[in-house]
């Protein structure tokens, strides 16, 4: 089917390609597409129209998340550039990042074991901290040096980090139950 | 777009063109159905003027059905017969039930759960279908009166926390009522329509939502006619039963009471009930009973005590509010009000509760009994076509909980995590295990969990004939899809082979479709309305639509298509115009897909250029 969800997110929701992204206008022209295509606008048309409006809100919906979340963004822009972001294995890291890994991860376990809520809230600040640094290096590789590679790098950092992000998350939520 | 006269302004259709549409707020203790009339949402009421349906049914031995009040008077003395809180068991196996402590004759089986009644083995699904069913008789006989007429649809309401298999288990119990299900929503979604429309409101709001038997805590952003839900979280086992329960337990205790028969204890279940009612605007109650031995109960209750024995209650729900707001990134200043609902949240320690927790007193300005049918009576209005002018509020839901598979060794991996905007759709790829391994039994799981033990069963399926490949050289693609009712579609494909997935999906706790079937066609009382019937009339419905949504597109938009693709359209038009005459389902079924495939191309021009216009739209609105 001629669905016209091969272009570019960007193009859809009428914003220029780059990391550095304008967020309140995303978020406008998002609620835009959406009214425009969701299901709720469909209901009493013909089921061919039905299926239309529900795969064309999927779209939209993905790509909104797609470019809403930062670290998706990044890997999104690699993946416009011909570097596939998805590569998780066979990627040497530097080595002062993954002593820092287990650095976090040691205390990430400490924390839970001692069922320590101020503790895991204290990492989560931090790793907030560090990925909001990383992003601000992405952003430079990505927007200003467009040095693909390098942004490629630090994307794969971030994807550490953010999985960390996950389990610290996990955590605290156990915590509370 | 032909399609959008729905919501461009002066084109609501004429009131007697209007098509008549319902919201049914199917509760665990309390059901209700209401409707939009004269622009005004109200709550319909039976000939007694009562608006609260007891949400309970009896069999009686010569197959007749009993539901409501009638049914709720008889609890006491005919506990095995008598179904009340059946919600509770839809789209549950016998082990989440065992917990649950009721008077009911379970029946073993594999899958959903069944009760043992004098009228046979009974489905929670056949069982919200009575009640589903004496709503749609008291809407039409409100909206229609005794001539009669016909309901276009119904939004029915879910707890925002139900996992698949009870938002399927619900959808299947209005198929078998007979009803048009237009859309499953959100019971705290539909409350924040009923109140953000009524109050204009702007910003971020939670739901704090306690009913009979669930538990709701959604958070919302409301900007300019958008309802967007950020997060939701719950506990689609906690709710005024829960209370009543505990307060029986207590009366038991104090009273030095032997283990009771399921007569006496469906009778001290229900003063209990009023108890607590009544402690909302008392301070203290008298709870007497005479039981089946004669044995006189009474014993005193103050509000006070009331409170502390059900204190551990209330703090339960505070948990998965946390939850929500964590994660919406959100913090208790951000959020603008709390919208009560559900008659439990009458109880002054909840509201105390609540207003504690979020450091502002809670909105009641709403009938937290009501204000979920209301809210869905409204929605099924807009979905019916009956928007009026600058009436185009939006609503963009969640999925509650996480979707995915089990993986080798027992673990789940998350295919589409939960608080993702629906509809929403997921891929992701996997390989085989050994070599010349042929077969891939697909096992769909809900939950957030790592083990796929400690998450929900929905369903499980087998990829068969994958051409024998070396481990891992196979790539198979597993598809998940979430329509707008929250509800779940499976499919998988080997890429290099292009095997599908063709093998019926075996739902863990839901009914196949031929008991489905069957419950239907008991279902009918009458001839009048038989299986075949229904069948034409669906066509019949489906080839209209299609009719005139294709008469309109092609009198707006003929410019999109070539000469020839506009002839070739207007011929299959013509056959389906001539078909639609026949009574003949099939024929009608067949000329519908030649008339679809003959338009979808011009579908899909239309929707994409509608897209287009749509961010010109905006564009032109920034400049």
Known sequence: MNLDIKQNHFTLFGLPEGFRLPLEELDRAYRKLAAEVHPDRFTHAPENERRLSMQWAMHVNEAYQTLKKPLKRAGYLLSLHGIDPAIETNTSMPHDFLIEQMEWRESLEEANEGHDAAALAGLETKLHAEMQALYAVAEGQLDAQHDYPAAAGTFRKLMFLDKLGEEIHYAITELDD | ?623
């Open chain 2, 1 to 623: 777009m032909a399609l959008l006269q729905i919501s461009e302004p002066g084109e609501a259709p004429e009131p007697h063109q209007q098509r008549l549409a319902i919201g049914i707020d199917l509760g665990t203790t309390n059901s209700l159905v209401a409707a939009v009339r004269n622009s005004i949402a109200v709550v319909l009421e039976d000939g007694e003027g009562r608006a609260l349906l007891p949400s309970v049914v009896r069999y009686l031995p010569d197959g007749t059905v009993e539901v409501g009040q009638a049914a709720q008077a008889m609890q006491a003395k005919d506990p095995k017969n008598t179904i009340a809180s059946a919600k509770r068991f839809m789209g549950r196996g016998l082990k989440d039930a065992h917990a649950e402590n009721t008077s009911y004759d379970f029946i073993d089986a594999p899958g959903m759960l069944q009760l043992r009644t004098v009228a046979g083995p009974k489905s929670p699904v056949e069982v919200a279908a009575e009640i589903l069913k004496l709503l749609r008789r008291r809407a039409e006989l409100s909206l229609f009166g005794a001539g009669g007429g016909e309901l276009h649809g119904a939004v029915v309401t879910v707890p925002a926390y139900f996992d698949d298999a009870q938002r399927q288990a619900t959808k299947d119990a209005a198929r078998i009522a007979g009803i048009n299900v237009l859309r499953l929503l959100n019971e705290p979604t539909a409350a924040a329509i009923a109140y953000g429309l009524d109050n204009a409101a702007e910003g971020i709001y939670a739901v704090y939502d306690l009913g009979g038997g669930t538990f709701d805590l959604s958070i919302l952003k409301l900007t300019k006619g958008v309802f967007e839900v950020m997060s939701t979280s719950g506990d689609a086992a906690l709710g005024g039963d829960d209370f009543d329960h505990r307060l029986m337990c207590w009366v038991v205790d104090q009273a030095r009471l032997a283990p009771l028969s399921a007569m006496d204890m469906r009778l001290l279940l229900g003063k209990s009930r009023v108890a607590k009612e009544q402690l909302t605007t008392q301070e203290a109650v008298q709870i007497s009973a005479k039981l089946a031995s004669g044995e006189i109960v009474n014993v005193k209750l103050t509000r006070q005590v009331f409170q502390d024995m059900t204190q551990h209650l209330v703090a339960k729900t505070l948990s998965p509010t946390k939850k929500a707001l964590r994660d919406a990134a959100l913090k208790i200043e951000d959020v603008k009000g709390v919208v009560m609902v559900g008659g439990a949240t009458r109880m002054p320690h909840v509201q105390a509760a609540v207003g504690e927790f979020f450091r502002q007193a809670p909105l009641n300005n709403l009938d937290p009994d009501k204000v979920v049918a209301l809210g869905a009576a409204i929605q099924a209005n807009a979905l019916a076509g009956n928007r009026a002018a600058g009436d185009d509020w939006l609503l963009l839901d969640v999925i509650p909980l996480s979707l995915g598979l089990e993986m080798m060794g027992g673990l789940a991996e998350k295919i589409i995590p939960r608080n993702s905007t629906i509809p929403v759709a997921r891929a992701q790829e996997f390989t085989t295990f050994k070599d010349g391994q042929t077969a891939l039994a697909v096992h769909v799981v809900q939950g957030e969990r790592e083990l796929v033990s400690d998450c929900r069963s929905l369903a499980r399926f087998e990829l068969r004939g994958i051409p024998p490949m070396a481990a891992g050289a196979a790539r198979i693609r597993v598809s998940f899809q979430v329509d707008a009712d929250g509800l779940l579609a499976v499919s998988a494909r080997e890429l290099s082979s292009g095997v599908e997935a063709a093998v019926t999906v075996k739902p863990s706790y839901g009914l196949a479709e031929e008991d489905i079937t069957r419950m239907l066609r008991d279902s009918f009382d009458h001839a009048k309305d038989d299986v075949f019937t229904r069948a034409l009339r669906e066509q019949q419905v489906e080839g209209q639509r299609l009719l005139a949504a294709t008469h309109s597109a092609l009198a707006g938009d003929s410019g999109l298509l070539s000469d020839e693709e506009s002839t070739a359209i207007s011929n299959e038009v013509r056959e389906l115009e001539q078909v639609l005459t026949l009574s003949d389902h099939r024929r009608i079924k067949s000329q519908i897909d030649r008339v679809s495939q003959a338009t979808a191309e011009f579908a899909a021009r239309r929707m994409n250029r509608s897209v287009k216009n749509a961010l010109a739209g905006k564009q032109i609105a920034n400049i």
